[in-house]
């Protein structure tokens, strides 16, 4: 096997590509990052000292690999893994060779061909190729030709939410490589030429999507084994998606919503982030004119330029990930970290330079007919989420256009409060607007699954994306209303419309302030009743909402998120050091902490799940931890050893059958055993519950209630289960309604049960933060509500607003209704009457 050495100016970096190296590969890769520096004041950079550790690391391994193979994002970190070979002994360099090849792709394709035993020249080989731009070669990728009559072909269906991209591609590839046959492949349904199926590069590149053919040609010994290991793969998805999963929301194809229309003096858009705003329009255009070629006498000089004009927005990124971070979370940080890796792309600085020196032109042409190159394959992919990271291909592109001019990028501060109105939006535009002059954005193309998208949701001010050219004739100065509700614009309103949405956005300004006011007081009923108002979590980066929020507790913590994007589980020590960071910074308010719960809707690759033709009925939650006991028994121990540390609470999700609470009872006993043996500390009182999800919960809800502390109902699956709904299906979304009478009495059942046996009953799904739902569910009993931390606020300020005796009477009302829409009918009934 061959080690890989990853040598990058940044730590973060290095590390980054390293697990993500290692989860495409099923195999274990040595693979090790050796980046930045140790200086606190300048992390970036690259110590020769600190590659030459690494490949050590690499040679003396227990299992030392064939040979090692360095990669390095920018020519200082080249100058130093050179250094680093040379202080080698002579034996030890010889086994060390550095590769040519672009960092992320090049690592990636690497590490496939390494875990499928490849040779270290068709690693390298491999390497070289990886992520070559139109033009490379014929400008395209070579196709081959399909194999003779003696090959053995079949096509399959790939199921995989997000087609074949990298990890699934890994996983075919390395298969394919441990057979002796030749193997091609094709996508079937665009008749695309065959490519190599032992190059992960080939493969990736033919793009093929959910839902669509791949057609597999072998020929030679063992075809037919072959066609045998792909099927297998297919069938068990690939290792992160089974055969009829449905699409997650977001990727499923292109958005669908009706073309932007100016009816008389209004422009329909999608709308992107709620709110209403009101002001004078601001115009400014972001997209730079073309380049024009002009040839220059000194090409070295060119280049001179272009590395100082890199250098230059390398460090506004930098500090844009720092001010992101930050300022709205580690998801917008790695926004702009991914955004220089379009900055470090060796393909792409490679051929710049390349045109520089051959052509003797100026460095703003190359650049520009480079990049725009690399961004129009990027348009052409039909997966609206791949076609969305291109825009930062083109951000970092005009980045570096405007650096070359000596120019300042982004749009201008308005020097009064007023609505932007753009032709484009960039993620690297969002930081610098300030909220307090920016009344609203309207923009003229872009989605909601964009960076920018995504970015400018967090400002707190109404946008508006896809609006049409004909926001483009829209006068400077002319007042117009942004509604981000609806994702419409008025060009013209008239002065009762106005007056409309000024009070329409000062009664939600004044509700907000109300809500932050009285967010971190007791949640309590207009008649004094006290409910638990608490907070969902995924990770330690929702901590400062929550704390912020005023939730007087996490109801659910989701664990399986800790379980995702790596290459496999955490183990008990990982876990407890997390667990441990949450409840000392929760500071006495209780965590409850759910077990894994994996399923359909969370593929986790590396747990090696087989296909299912339902999943969402198979194998999931409780029943595939008590299948897993080696997987269970660390995080019960993990959970337990954090349960002497301050309150938490233990949950086991999608219980179905007394014997499954009991076989988890008996589980947890046994962890307790091991600990008391080793003589680690835990709270022998750790209250236990159980998630109500499914209907034959809700029919022994008496039974599970004596094996238990508490309940948490989690309407999300209860609706899904009870009306034979899956949530994930567009088509039936219409169905999927948790104020359905059925729903209803389920709750009511279970809440029967738990105050028959003396616990508290918890609502977590998604029906805990609709307003509507609110006085229902303070009717049928419920004592705690779990949701989104941003919800929080506004929940209390509702609470506060509802008499409990008039919310039961509402309750028992609906429980006798046949339809969701009788029940939404009372409930709107009820609210205008208290209003």
Known sequence: MIALVIVSHSRQLAEGLKRLAGSMCRESVPILAAGGMDEPDDPLGTDAL?????????????????????????????????????????????????????????????????????????????????????????????????????????????????????????????????????????????????????????????????????????????????????AELVAEGLGEGTPGTAVPAGSSGPEVRPEPVESGPRLTGIPVAPGLAVGEALRFRTQLPPAETHRVADPESEIRRLDSALERVGRTLDRLASDSRASAGEGAARMFEAQRLHLEDPAILDAVRRLILERAVDADSAWSETVDAMAERYRRLRDPLLRARGEDLIDVGERVRLALAGAESGPPSPERPAILCLDRLRPSDIPALDPNKVLGLCVQTGSRTSHAGILAGGLGIPVVFGLGAGLGKVADGREILVDGDSGAVDLAPDAETIAAARERRTFRLERAAQAAAIRHRPAVTRDGQRRCVAANMQGLQDLDAILDSGAEEVGLFRTEFLFMNRAEPPDEAEQFALYRQAVERLDGRSLTIRTLDVGADKPVPYLGRPAETNPSLGWRGLRYCLDSPDLFQTQLRAVLRA?????????????????????????????????????????????????????????????????????????????????????????????????????????????????????????????????????????????????????????????????????????????????????????????????
């Not at 990669?71 to 040519?100: K, P, T, W, Y």
């Not at 399959?156 to 057979?179: I, K, S």
């Not at 055993?673 to 750790?686: F, Q, T, V």
């Not at 009495?745 to 307003?771: E, L």
């Open 50 to 230: 600190r590659i030459q550790q690494a490949i050590l690391e690499a040679l003396d391994a227990e299992d030392p690999p064939e040979a090692v193979l360095l990669f390095a994002d920018l020519g200082s970190a080249r100058l130093n893994a050179e250094m680093a070979i040379d202080l080698l002994d002579e034996d030890q360099r010889g086994r060390v060779h550095f590769c040519e090849a672009p960092l992320v792709e090049g690592v990636l394709a690497a590490a496939v061909q390494s875990a499928a035993g490849a040779s270290l020249e068709a690693v390298t080989t491999e390497a070289r190729n990886a992520y070559r731009p139109p033009g490379a070669a014929n400008g395209e990728m070579a196709r081959g030709s399909s194999h003779g009559s003696q090959a053995v072909v079949r096509e399959y269906m790939v199921a995989n939410p997000l087609g074949l991209h990298a990890r699934p591609a890994a996983m075919l590839v390395t298969a394919l490589n441990r057979h002796r046959s030749d193997v091609r492949i094709r996508n079937a349904s665009r008749d695309s030429g065959f490519v190599d199926g032992k190059s992960i590069n080939q493969v990736v590149t033919l793009e093929i999507l959910q839902g669509e053919r791949m057609c597999v040609s072998a020929e030679g010994p063992d075809a037919d084994a072959v066609q045998s290991a792909v």
């Open 643 to 835: 349960s002497a540390l301050g309150p938490v609470r233990l949950m086991f999700p999608m219980v179905s059958t007394l014997d499954e609470m009991l076989a988890a009872r008996k589980a947890l006993d046994a962890a307790r055993r091991g600990l008391d043996e080793a003589g680690i500390a835990y709270d022998p009182k750790l209250p236990v519950g159980l998630m109500i999800e499914v209907p034959s919960a809700v029919e022994i809800a008496e039974h599970l209630a004596r094996h238990a502390d508490f309940f948490s109902i989690g309407t999300n699956d209860l609706t899904q289960y009870l009306l034979a709904c899956d949530r994930d299906n567009p088509r039936v979304q219409h169905l999927l309604d948790p104020l359905h009478p059925a729903v209803l009495r389920a709750i009511d059942r279970t809440v029967g049960a738990a105050r028959r046996a003396g616990i508290r009953v918890a609502v977590c799904g998604g029906m805990a933060g609709d307003p509507r739902a609110l006085p229902v569910l303070i009717g049928l009993g419920v004592e705690e509500l779990s949701l989104s931390p941003s919800r929080i606020p506004e929940l209390k300020l509702d609470l506060a607003q509802f008499d409990t005796g008039r919310c039961e009477n509402l309750a028992q009302g609906l429980l006798s209704l046949a339809t969701s829409a009788e029940v939404r009918k009372e409930i709107e009934a009820f609210l205008a009457a208290r209003s």
